[in-house]
């Protein structure tokens, strides 16, 4: 089985052909880019470069989120397409799982962070087991300070890994005893971690239906700001 994998959940752009057993290709690409823009060129690319046509392609594997909401539902929207046009199936997995399998050989808790702005962060926590990625806790949107704490009260060494850490690395080393960073490259999400999560599922013929959505943990900050808006108002009426 061939399958093509596509990540935009946050400022990385990155796509990858694989199989079960072998990498093919993988793009990424790390700056402020649009991903409208780079998204399809590295799809094509990745084809062309591998001797491929969308037609030699099995399964489709996106990430579903958390991570930006613009960059989700390209990536979302992409893949939707391009398993409509092939006819072909398509699975969605969370970003978390992704940056933490690329360290699931680690002998203590992997601690994935997104940027979720101001000093908050999208997290999970998990242990490998056997190749296999074990969750400790649910997905989740948290302040800096609870995820020390609950990580504190686990009391074992840490590795994290993500973009919350460009921000919050210094902090989090101050705050946290037996605590690693990733390097920077497994700190961002690869299409091949991934897709090697993804191609799991479609081989046991589990996929996504069409009408799936992105996984986002927050409402987007303009609904926020509208609730918020609303609920003055409601307020000021009593």
Do not use: W
């Not at 992704?98 to 002998?107: G, I, K, M």
């Not at 589990?206 to 900050?221: A, R, W």
Request: proline share 3%; aromatic share 6%; net charge negative.
């Amino acid at each position: 089985m061939i399958v093509l994998s596509i990540d935009s959940a946050s400022k990385v752009a990155t796509a990858a052909l694989l199989d079960e057993n072998n990498l093919i290709a993988e793009y990424t690409i790390n700056n402020k880019m649009e991903h409208s823009t780079l998204i399809m060129d590295m799809v094509d690319k990745l084809l062309s470069d591998s001797n491929l046509s969308i037609d030699d392609i099995d399964g489709f594997i996106v990430s579903k989120g958390p991570g930006s909401f613009t960059g989700l539902r390209i990536g979302m929207a992409t893949v939707k397409g391009l398993s409509f046009g092939a006819n072909k199936p398509y699975v969605s997995i969370s970003s978390l799982d992704a940056l933490a399998y690329s360290l699931v050989s680690f002998d203590g808790i992997i601690c994935p962070v997104m940027d979720a702005l101001r000093d908050s962060v999208y997290t999970c926590l998990y242990k490998g087991n056997n190749g296999k990625l074990e969750k400790l806790i649910d997905y989740s949107a948290l302040e800096l300070d609870d995820l020390i704490k609950i990580l504190k009260d686990k009391n074992e060494k840490v590795m994290f890994t993500g973009d919350g850490l460009i921000k919050h690395k210094d902090y989090l080393s101050t705050n946290l005893n037996n605590s690693f960073f990733a390097p920077n490259h497994l700190s961002i999400i690869r299409a091949s971690s991934l897709g090697d999560l993804g191609i799991k599922l479609l081989l046991d013929n589990k996929c996504d239906e069409l009408n799936s959505s992105p996984f986002y943990l927050k409402k987007p900050q303009a609904q926020r700001e509208l609730e918020k808006r609303l609920a003055l108002e409601n307020e000021n009426k009593l």
